[in-house]
C-alpha cells in the first residue's frame, strides 16, 4: 500500500515541528525517515499512524492507496508499530504475545484457535525464533525481544510497518546483525514500512529510499546511492559522512582557495576522506597546500591528519598500498587533491563547477 503525505504541518505551542512536508511512500518498500535529533522523524511518523494529528486548517493530508484516512483513528488505519523500547508484555509469554493482537479482535473477526496457532507458529519461523515459544520477555536478549515486538507487530497482516528507532537500544553488533535480519524479512514479506533512525549508516544499509530531515523539513529524497553520492544539500553531504570544508570564493567562474574569504561570493568545497589524494607537488587544478600533522596506520585504511594553510584540521584516508608508495610523515608539506567534491553556496544550495 503506498502512503501519500501531503502539506503536513505540526506546531508544539510556538514550535513547530513540521513545516508542511509532502512525500510519497511507494507500496512495498523500505524508506528510512533519517535525520538529527529533533528533526521531525518521530513526530512524522506518529501523524501517519494516526497517532497524531497533524495542524487542523492547513491541508494536511495522509492518503493510503490514494484513500484519505486523515479523519481515521489509528485503529482503522492497519498499521504495524515497534518502538525502540520494546514493549512486550511482561506477564505473557513470547507465543502469547505474538498472539495478542489476534485473541483481541472482535469475535466476528476472530481466527480460530487452531488458526491463531497456525499464525503464530509461522510468523515465530518468520523471525527464527520457534524455541523460545514458551520464554517470557524478561528471559531474552534485547535483539530477540525486538524480533518478537516485530512477530508481534505483523500478527494483525497491517498494510503499513512503522518502525521508530527499533534497534536504538541496541549495542552496535546486535544492531548491524539486526539491521541485515529486518532487511531480509523485509524482501520476504514486502509491506510498505517506514522506519526511523539518526544512524545514517543504517539507513544507507537497509533502506530502498531515504528521507533525510532537517528542521521540520525535508532536504532531499532518494534512493541510498543517490543521496550519499549526489547530496543536493550541504546538510545532506555533512550528515550522511565524514567531510573536509575548504572555504574559498567564486574567481572568474572558477572556485579558489588561496585564501579564506568568507564574503558574499564565499563557497565551501566539501570533500569526503576517502576523496582526497595526498601529492608532494601542486596539480593543475584544485591543489591545496597542508602540513601533515599525524599519520595513523592501525585500521583497514590509512588515515591522515592534516592542516590546512588556514589551520584547520583535515583528514584523508587511503589504501595502505597507496600510503606505501608515498609514506608521508608529520611536519612534511604536501598537496591535497580531490578526486570527487562538491560545491556548496550561501544558500546550502550545490553549485556545478568544472576545474
Ligand atoms: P529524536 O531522534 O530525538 O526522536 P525526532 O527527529 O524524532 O528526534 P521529534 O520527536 O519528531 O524529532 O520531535 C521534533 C521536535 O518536536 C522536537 O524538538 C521535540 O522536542 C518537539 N516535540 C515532539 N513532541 C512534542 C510534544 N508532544 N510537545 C512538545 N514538543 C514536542
Do not use: C
Amino acid at each position: 500500500m503506498s502512503i501519500t503525505i501531503q502539506n503536513i504541518s505540526k506546531t508544539f505551542g510556538s514550535f513547530q515541528a513540521l513545516n508542511n512536508v509532502s512525500l510519497e511512500v511507494p507500496s512495498g518498500g523500505l524508506t528510512a525517515l533519517l535525520g538529527p535529533s529533533g528533526s521531525g522523524k518521530t513526530t512524522l511518523l506518529r501523524i501517519v499512524a494516526g497517532l497524531e494529528s497533524a495542524d487542523a486548517g492547513t491541508g494536511g493530508k495522509i492518503l493510503f492507496d490514494g484513500l484519505p484516512v486523515t479523519d481515521n483513528p489509528v485503529n482503522r488505519r492497519q498499521v504495524g508499530f515497534v518502538f525502540q523500547h520494546y514493549a512486550l508484555f511482561r506477564h505473557l509469554t513470547v507465543f502469547e504475545n505474538i498472539a495478542f493482537g489476534l485473541r483481541v479482535k472482535p469475535r466476528a473477526e476472530r481466527l480460530s484457535r487452531d488458526a491463531i496457532r497456525e499464525r503464530v507458529t509461522e510468523l515465530l519461523k518468520l523471525v527464527q525464533l520457534e524455541q523460545l515459544a514458551q520464554r517470557f520477555p524478561a528471559q531474552l536478549s534485547g535483539g530477540q525481544r525486538q524480533r518478537i515486538a516485530l512477530a508481534r507487530a505483523l500478527a494483525i497482516q497491517p498494510k503499513v510497518l512503522l518502525l521508530d528507532e527499533p534497534f536504538g537500544a541496541l549495542d552496535a553488533q546486535v544492531r548491524a546483525e539486526l539491521r541485515r535480519w529486518l532487511r531480509h524479512l523485509h524482501d520476504t514479506i514486502h509491506v510498505t514500512s517506514i522506519f526511523v533512525t539518526h544512524d545514517q549508516e543504517e539507513a544507507l544499509e537497509v533502506a530502498d529510499s531515504i528521507v533525510v530531515m532537517n528542521k521540520g523539513g525535508i532536504e532531499q529524497v532518494g534512493a541510498p546511492n543517490e543521496v550519499f553520492q549526489n547530496p543536493a544539500t550541504e546538510f545532506v553531504m555533512k550528515f550522511l559522512g565524514d567531510v573536509n570544508v575548504f572555504h574559498g570564493r567564486i574567481h572568474n567562474d572558477a572556485p579558489v582557495f588561496t585564501d579564506e574569504l568568507k564574503d558574499a561570493n564565499g563557497v565551501r568545497l566539501l570533500v569526503r576522506p576517502h576523496d582526497l589524494t595526498v601529492q608532494l607537488y601542486p596539480g593543475t587544478g584544485i591543489s591545496l597546500p597542508a602540513q601533515v600533522y599525524r599519520v595513523l596506520t592501525a585500521g583497514p585504511l590509512v588515515k591522515i591528519e592534516l592542516l590546512n594553510s588556514q589551520n584547520n584540521l583535515v583528514q584523508v584516508h587511503i589504501p595502505h598500498d597507496v600510503y606505501q608508495a608515498m609514506p608521508v610523515k608529520p611536519g612534511q608539506q604536501v598537496y591535497l587533491v580531490p578526486k570527487e567534491s562538491r560545491l556548496y553556496g550561501n544558500g546550502n544550495e550545490r553549485i556545478e563547477y568544472v576545474i
